[in-house]
């Protein structure tokens, strides 16, 4: 027959069990040792690859599934060891990234002010005609970009606080690169559906986008911990994320670039669902990836300054 894997059982004794069991039912089965994680042997149960249906419904019938509970065991310790890793990530990460908002707002404010049109052009501010002329670069370097204090001020309000809840949940690489992509995202929607002469700046599109990136961690989450029988409780940060997108969608006045707004929050949400959940890779993985993906943003974000001083010499 074509043997496949029906179940592990660690004593040989449960195996003959279900065996007899699967026997009464018509179903063959044969009875393989295998080397065990202490040393001690486990087995598994083989049976014809065309009663592999019927043979796993009446594991489940019987609740004697051992490979089905390892599986869930080893889910819920790699949501676990995921929660764990990210949570253990400095706070000064979300302050560095904050400061360096903070250091451009106030180049902008000794080379001309930050409300400036020729200086906010000057340093690299979002700007359609621009970007037609093939300035792509702007829409990475205006995220740092800020017109005006009360604009700085609430963004960096929103991003030390989201900012923290996305790297606890997500880790450093992960959450500088969601970032990023996710206010020149917003840019390029704003660019796309508004393509008018205004001078746009700012992280709100990136703030924003951390919002999407904590919903779709939260649905990602919610979904494993169901499927495990595993609590979802409520988490403080919707009240918050609630709040923000109430501020930023409803009471904004003036100029908001609400399309920046939903590019970056449907992109941080997207993208989110691309990228490996934390736990999922193994602690080496994981360290790689924060490496690889926290130094190609700071690389994106060093050319786009590179090519932004040379446009502006």
Not at 141 to 160: E, K, M, P, Y
Request: charged residues 20%; glycine residues 10%; aromatic residues 8%.
């Amino acid at each position: 027959m074509s043997a496949r894997e029906l179940a592990r059982f660690a004593s040989q004794r449960e195996a003959e069990e279900v065996a007899f069991t699967l026997q009464a039912a018509g179903i063959e089965t044969e009875l393989v040792p295998i080397p065990g994680d202490n040393g001690s042997p486990h087995f598994a149960l083989h049976c014809d690859e065309r009663e592999l249906d019927r043979a796993t419904a009446i594991l489940a019938e019987e609740g004697k599934d051992e490979l089905s509970r390892a599986r869930t065991r080893r889910d819920a310790e790699s949501l676990a060891r995921g929660e764990l890793a990210v949570r253990r990530r400095p706070f000064y990460w979300v302050v560095a990234l904050a400061v360096a908002n903070l250091a451009a707002f106030i180049a902008l404010e000794g080379r001309g002010g930050s409300e400036n049109r020729a200086t906010l052009l000057r340093f690299g501010a979002s700007h359609a005609p621009s970007l037609r002329r093939g300035e792509w670069w702007r829409t990475l370097t205006a995220v740092f970009l800020h017109i005006g204090a009360r604009h700085l001020l609430a963004n960096l309000i929103s991003l030390l606080l989201l900012g923290a809840a996305t790297l606890r949940t997500l880790g450093l690489g992960r959450f500088y690169a969601l970032y990023l992509a996710s206010g020149v995202a917003g840019n390029w929607v704003s660019f796309w559906l508004d393509p008018d002469a205004a001078v746009k700046a700012g992280a709100s599109g990136a703030v924003f986008g951390l919002l999407g990136v904590l919903a779709s961690a939260r649905i990602r989450g919610l979904r494993a911990l169901a499927a495990l029988g595993l609590p979802t409780r409520f988490k403080t940060w919707h009240v918050l994320a609630a709040v923000l997108a109430f501020l930023g969608f409803v009471v904004g006045s003036g100029p908001v670039d609400h399309a920046a707004h939903l590019g970056g929050l449907v992109a941080g949400a997207l993208l989110t669902f691309l990228t490996p959940r934390p736990g999922a890779l193994s602690s080496r993985g994981e360290q790689v990836l924060d490496v690889v993906l926290a130094s190609a943003t700071a690389l994106c974000a060093a050319v786009a300054a590179l090519l932004a001083y040379r446009a502006a010499l």
